[in-house]
C-alpha cells in the first residue's frame, strides 16, 4: 500500500531470498516494489479527483512499473510478459458480461466496487496503445507536464487527455480525447474483422502493420475513425502478401484474418518460413495465440485455426507465447 513515505507490503511481496526463492518469486517482489514506488507521483503527489478516476492512479502505476522494473533488471526484457501478465486478464474480464469501462460513473463511495482487471490490467493496456501511438519521447513529455501542472492536487481524466494532446503528434488527424475517449468509456474491446475490401468498426482504432519484416520491421500506424472505413496497402512479396496487423500487439482489440491468410500464417509460422519466428516480437507471437482462441472462443473462428497455429509452439522458447497457450 502505497502511504506516502511509507509503503507497506505484505511479507511475501517483499522478501526475497536467493537460495529459497524461485526467479517467479523475485520478479513479483520486484513488480510489486516498482509499482508502490510509481504510486508516489501517480497517486500521492496526483491523485484522482473521485473513485470514478482511480485509474488514473492504478493504471498507471501497473503499466509503468514495467519501466522501472526495465530500468533496473536491464537484461530481463520484462515487456515481453506483459500480455501474459495484464492483456490475458484485462481480455478475459472485459469479454464478459459483468465488465464495466474503465472510467464510469460512482456516486456514493459505497459503489466504488471494481474489477481490478479492468482499471489495472486494462487501464496499462490501453496506456501501453497509447505510449504507441504518441511515441515514448512525445508521451513522456506529456506526462511530465501532466505531473508538473497538477502536483499536489487532485485530477480527473479530461485533465490528462488535455496534456497528452499539448504532444499529440497525430492532431491533425485525431484528437487524444476522441482517440480514447471508447477506450475508457465503454466496456469491452473491438475486433477487427480484415477482408481485403471493406474492412468495418464503430471504434476509433489505432490501425498499426508490417508489410515486410525484412530488412527490419518498420511498423505504419493509420488510424481507423469512421464506421466504415476501407485502408489500402499494397502488400510486400517479402511477407507473402501478407500483413502483420497490430503491431507487437500494441493494440487493446483482436485481429481476425481472412480464412486464407490464416491459412498462410500458419504454414509461415509452423515452419518458421524465412526465420519468420525470430523476426517477429514475442509479443507479435503471442498475439497469434491470444486472437485465434479469443476469436474462436467467440465463435468467431473455427478452433480448427488456433489449433493448428499452437503447432508453433514445438519451435517456441519463450514463456510468454506458452503461458497464454496454455
Ligand atoms: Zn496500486
Redesign the pocket.
Known sequence: ??NWGLITFRETAMLYHEDESTSANKMATIAVIA??I??MWF?NLVTCKWWSDLWL??AF??YLEYAAVESVETTWNYFDLFLMTDTLSALTADSSATSHPIVRPVREPEERAYTSAIV?NKGASVLRMLEFVMGTTSFQKALTAYIKANEYNVVETVQLWDELEKENNHAATIKIHDLMDSWTTKAGFPYLNISRLDPTTVWSVPFSYYKSLKPQKLPHLEFITKKEETITVETDASLNGLLKINTNSEGFYLVNYPEEDWGKWIDALVNDQNSILSDLTVSDRTNFIIDSFYLSRAGLLSYETPLALSEYLKREKHLTPWSVAI
Do not use: D, L, P
Open positions: 500500500m502505497e509499482h508502490e510509481t504510486h497517486g492512479n492504478e502505476a501497473s489495472y
